[in-house]
């Protein structure tokens, strides 16, 4: 199921960052096209921190999938800002960064609630 989840979100996200993101130009025509890539990007990073859990039979919180989705954030940002492709052109890099790191870590919290939602994952 989780598996499932995350493979949905990756074509979501294929299809908000490449064909309308880079094809179409948003990232440069609209401030906030990036907000949504991030949020889904934390989803996914949230619902694979859920599924390592299942996986391992670990004890699941919430955070967990926060935090992963927070670290893989910070990775990104930190790939963007190494080979020069990140920042925006309607705010400063910092308020940027600062932004897409709280979006990584809103999708990660609300991809950890719903798997916490679902009983049948951790009844097991």
Request: aromatic share 18%; glycine share 10%; net charge negative.
């Amino acid at each position: 199921m989780l598996l499932f989840a995350q493979l949905g979100i990756l074509v979501v996200l294929m299809i908000l960052n490449t064909w309308f993101g880079i094809m179409h130009g948003l990232y440069e025509a609209i401030w906030w096209w990036d907000i949504p890539t991030h949020f889904f990007g934390g989803v996914w990073a949230g619902l694979f921190a859920a599924w390592l859990l299942q996986r391992y039979k670990k004890r699941f919180f919430i955070i967990q999938c926060a935090v992963m989705a927070l670290s893989i954030g910070v990775c990104w940002e930190i790939f963007e800002y190494a080979f020069d492709i990140g920042g925006s052109m309607f705010m400063s890099y910092s308020a940027d960064t600062i932004k897409d790191i709280c979006m990584d870590t809103l999708g990660g919290t609300v991809a950890g609630t719903v798997a916490y939602l679902e009983k049948d994952l951790w009844q097991k």
